[in-house]
């Protein structure tokens, strides 16, 4: 599976959009984006994936750039409790390949 | 639907003991996996079953075993604990062979060795 690279930390206002940047500039053609994030504590948590167009769900956006090489997850209007540790995870879409956690990027959502 | 459910959520042993974690799924699904996580880190595979009956080593194996006798139950063993496997245990699910599908963690388990 490819690598990724992603910011540590990152810091957002509530009630402001948060964009989490991914680097995968390896990925390959039958890699999926996936995107996770865990709050404290809990198990981690699925928010979204994508091929190569955008999507969208009720949690979140899915910007993955015309190359592949980058995505932008967004949290349109962030609350406090999107407060977590974000992790952005290339995999191939099928068959039993796990995914591969990397550190991920901290999130702090403040008033 | 419970989803992924763990047992216990809290454990202490002494070096040297034994024990079992049970991760249930009641969504039919064909994958199971089981991570552990330390702190300030992510998570890696230990072992994974791509079906009942079925086990397959991950990325750190050492000191675990696992059986996958009912398609619904993965079993994570300790038979001889050490304090290295103070840790999260997070087991996980997703239905496989279905094109970009999703992976279902349960709340995990956290044990300390002593």
């Known amino acids: 599976d490819a690598k990724t690279t992603q910011p540590p930390s990152m810091d957002c206002a509530e009630g402001r959009a948060a964009n989490l940047p991914c680097n995968h500039s390896t990925i390959s053609g039958n890699e999926y984006v996936y995107w996770y994030r865990q709050i404290h504590s809990q198990g981690p948590q699925y928010i979204i994936h994508g091929l190569k167009n955008n999507e969208t769900n009720e949690m979140a956006s899915l910007i993955i750039t015309e190359d592949r090489k980058s995505s932008t997850l967004i949290l349109p209007h962030a609350t406090l409790r999107d407060t977590a540790v974000y992790y952005c995870i290339v995999r191939v879409g099928s068959g039993y390949s796990t995914l591969t956690f990397g550190k991920g990027t901290m999130l702090l959502v403040s008033p | 639907n419970a989803g992924v459910t763990q047992t216990p959520k809290f454990r202490v042993l002494k070096t040297g003991q034994s024990m079992t974690l049970l991760c249930a799924q009641d969504?039919?699904?064909?994958?199971m996996y089981w991570y552990r996580q330390d702190p300030g880190m992510g998570l890696r595979l230990i072992h994974y079953s791509v079906g009942e009956g079925t086990t397959a080593k991950g990325e750190v194996p050492d000191g675990y075993n696992v059986s996958r006798l009912k398609k619904q139950n993965f079993l994570l063993g300790l038979e001889s604990a050490a304090p290295s496997q103070t840790s999260v245990y997070f087991c996980?699910?997703?239905?496989?062979?279905?094109?970009?599908?999703?992976?279902?963690f349960g709340p995990g388990t956290r044990l300390t060795v002593l």
């Open positions: 969504m039919n699904h064909e994958y």
């Open positions: 996980a699910s997703r239905t496989g062979g279905v094109v970009g599908d999703t992976q279902y």
